[in-house]
């Protein structure tokens, strides 16, 4: 984590926010998306997913944008892939992470990523091994996505000893981070306080453990809180709360970045952000894709009189 900060936002709306757009987010849009939340503050942004053109063609220029990514010094530049083959592209493109995502569900692993789990699991084996190879102190960083970890819209309820399974074995491998993913929305706050609870105390100590929520039920920021108190310090959001998952449908809206800045600073975590900056770049989303409906509460109704971000209180 960033020195000076108590909670790590990550920026996820690059990749999660606009992987099932049909309209292509330009290049140069995506470019001024990541300069502007750099210079917000944001200590951390997922640029790309590193998959096919022919299945996303929304990422077929990932590495122009990491290329670009990197003339910004200061923050994380992570980029997602399912697969060997898009990690390799991932480390010749030089981001700082790779997020690598399996489903826990094993249902939901076959229909977004077209492979077994333990087929999953001894690619990232392969992954782990490719990035040991390479020269440096500087290794990329490998983190590893629990997709569905809170539920299924394929296989219905998944029980906390297959995350904690699933977890263990990509520790065990060499994961650097575990990101625990409601992929779907379906979860609650007494959900994600169990789950984080057992995960945090079983893993917490090797591994940085990180939330990823949707909104789609409208409990991204109950969860966000929950997390928080089982100790939770890292969270992925979008801006203006864009994003979905093509196996969930109407599974529309990452949690909105801007809210969740706002809800820690308010509660007196320091997250590095500026929140009126953030505010302003939602500019740049909407004129990319001016047919997107923006969400956000925070950038509607403002701030309220007197709010001192704890970043600023410093
Ligand atoms: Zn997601």
Redesign the pocket.
């Known amino acids: 984590m960033r020195p000076g900060i108590d909670v790590e936002c990550r920026e ?1 709306g690059l990749r ?1 926010g606009i992987q099932i757009q049909k309209v292509f987010f330009p290049t140069v849009g995506k470019i001024a998306w990541l300069t502007a939340e750099a210079a917000a503050g944001m200590p951390e942004i997922e640029v790309c997913s590193f998959v096919p053109p022919k299945l996303l063609p929304q990422f077929a220029d990932a590495a122009e944008v990491v290329a670009a990514a990197k003339t910004i010094d200061g923050y994380c530049i992570a980029a997602l892939s399912p697969n060997l083959r898009g990690a390799m592209d991932a480390f010749n493109a030089g981001v700082h992470k790779l997020n690598y995502v399996t489903s826990v569900s094993e249902e939901h692993n076959l229909a977004n990523v077209r492979r077994t789990v333990d087929e999953s699991v001894e690619d990232f084996k392969r992954i782990v091994a490719l990035r040991d190879e390479s020269a440096g102190d500087n290794k990329v960083k490998l983190a590893t996505g629990l997709a569905t970890a809170l539920g299924c819209s394929i296989s219905g309820q998944v029980p906390i000893a297959d995350v904690m399974k699933l977890a263990e074995r990509f520790v065990e491998a060499g994961a650097d981070e575990l990101v625990v ?1 409601d ?1 779907v929305g379906y979860a609650n706050p007494q959900q994600v306080k169990d789950m984080f609870t057992a995960v945090i105390n079983e893993f917490g100590k090797q591994v940085p453990v990180a939330a ?1 929520f ?1 909104d789609t039920r409208g409990l991204g920021l109950a969860n966000v809180y929950a997390a928080l108190e089982s100790g939770c310090r890292h969270f ?1 959001a979008s801006l203006a709360g864009l ?1 979905g ?1 093509p196996f969930a449908p109407k599974a529309t809206g ?1 949690i909105v970045m801007d809210d969740l800045v706002f809800l820690l600073e308010g509660a007196g975590l320091k997250t590095g952000v500026d929140l009126d900056k953030l505010v302003e770049v939602r500019e740049i989303v909407a004129t990319n894709l001016p047919e997107e409906p923006l969400h956000g509460m925070y950038a509607k109704a403002g701030a309220p009189k007197g709010f001192v971000p704890a970043t600023q209180a410093a």
């Open positions: 996820v999660d993913s992929t990823h949707h992925d994003g998952c990452n």
